[in-house]
């Protein structure tokens, strides 16, 4: 087969798939972005809670020698 010829049937082959996967595309959600973020922050506010609470270096008395 001519590399010409089999050039053009791939492009036509390639635009009808394009147009099938464009008919069979389940159409947009709404994004979930308030929903990540609300769980981020959660993950966040749980981990600082996991953390034991010790004093900071500038909190601490000085040490006596």
Do not use: C, Y
């Not at 001519?2 to 036509?12: V, Y």
């Not at 635009?15 to 464009?22: T, V, Y």
Request: net charge positive.
């Amino acid at each position: 087969m001519n590399a010409e010829t089999h050039l053009q049937l791939h492009a036509t082959r390639s635009a009808e798939l394009r147009h099938q996967a464009d008919t069979f595309r389940p159409a947009p959600r709404a994004p979930r972005k308030d929903l990540r973020t609300r769980l981020g922050w959660t993950m966040v506010e749980l981990g600082l809670r996991l953390i034991p609470n010790r004093p900071t270096l500038s909190a601490r008395s000085p040490r006596t020698a």
